[in-house]
């Protein structure tokens, strides 16, 4: 069987696909794109049993997909921390691990699955998840120094600040790029003392385009809620996602929206629930056509212009 290995462009899916690929090298095609970029298992040939692996991708937004493709005589296994949709399928080709817990994702998953093999790249992944707490608990476990524990966590954000963009021309690397350029370092460790030219590009950029993302005031702050509007150009639509995690970190009690104009028509959104109550920002992006996410980070890929007012409306609601 051909194998495919499918995954989001993000820290998560990544750095979960680092560690199986560490323990399990296989000669794969790889499916990603962008980090919102979700419905990838369409793009896979449907004339042949395949040999599938998916990961940090939601089966709900790829159920049509799967079903035709197991119909179809593939093998999947499938790994993520995302709302599933109502059922599982219900066959033995498909195998799932799958947990929407706040404080879990699909890295740390394969973390366990592999039995804490490449540990230091399923931390690394919480941090770029903005699972602080969790992943500072794990390094504190595993008996980093503090020096080695703030390495994992600038590491983790800039892979996933890596993975956002409305199109994969505003990236620093396309996220297979990335993931081919980590594979050599069974441990990230190793990567932050050596410093390849990929790792200083994606620190560099993501400092400058943060300072850009923290000049911009908010267009509506309560005591539920803030939300920033940033203007449609590269940086900010590479820097929204983190730009939410940073500013959520700083406002625990108040859940964070970044809007980006996306094109003249829409908006793109992410959407962060505050740290103190990690839930909801899953329900309030289902509420508008193509929103989707998990409890604590979700997004809307393309909202109205005209329903912004409505948006902003119903973020301050969800969390009063």
């Not at 419905?39 to 997909?65: C, F, G, H, V, Y």
């Not at 890929?301 to 973020?315: I, S």
Request: overall charge negative; hydrophobic content about 40%.
């Amino acid at each position: 069987m051909r194998a495919y290995d499918v995954f989001n462009g993000d820290a998560d899916g990544i750095c979960a696909l680092l560690q199986l690929r560490l323990a399990e090298p296989r000669d794969s095609e790889l499916i990603t794109g962008v980090k919102r970029d979700i419905a990838l298992l369409r793009q896979l040939p449907l004339d042949q049993p395949l040999n599938i692996t998916a990961l940090d991708i939601s089966l709900e937004k790829n159920r049509e997909a799967v079903d035709k493709l197991i119909a179809g005589g593939s093998k999947i296994f499938y790994c993520d921390h995302h709302h599933p949709g109502d059922s599982l399928p219900e066959h033995p080709a498909f195998q799932a691990l799958i947990d929407t817990q706040p404080t879990i994702c699909t890295s740390l998953l394969i973390d366990q699955h592999l039995g804490h093999r490449f540990h230091n790249w399923a931390i690394a992944a919480a941090f770029g998840d903005n699972l602080n707490a969790v992943a500072e608990s794990l390094a504190h476990a595993a008996g980093l120094s503090e020096a080695q524990t703030l390495g994992l966590q600038q590491l983790g954000i800039c892979i996933n600040y890596n993975g956002y963009g409305s199109q994969l021309d505003d990236l620093h690397f396309h996220p297979a790029e990335l993931f081919r350029a980590l594979l050599p370092y069974p441990d990230p460790l190793q990567l932050l003392e050596e410093r390849p030219l990929a790792w200083q590009q994606l620190s560099e950029g993501y400092s400058e385009d943060m300072q850009r993302g923290l000049q911009c005031s908010p267009v509506h702050q309560s005591r539920s809620a803030i939300a920033i509007v940033l203007p449609d150009q590269p940086w900010s639509r590479r820097v929204s996602g983190v730009l939410g995690n940073e500013l959520a970190n700083r406002n625990p009690d108040q859940a964070c929206a970044v809007i980006t104009e996306a094109d003249p028509a829409n908006w793109v959104i992410s959407i962060r629930a505050p740290l103190n109550n990690r839930s909801g920002a899953d329900e309030l992006a289902r509420q508008f056509p193509t929103g989707g996410g998990r409890k604590a980070a979700a997004g809307i890929n393309a909202l109205p212009k005209d329903q912004l007012d409505h948006f902003v409306q119903a973020l301050d609601a969800h969390w009063q």
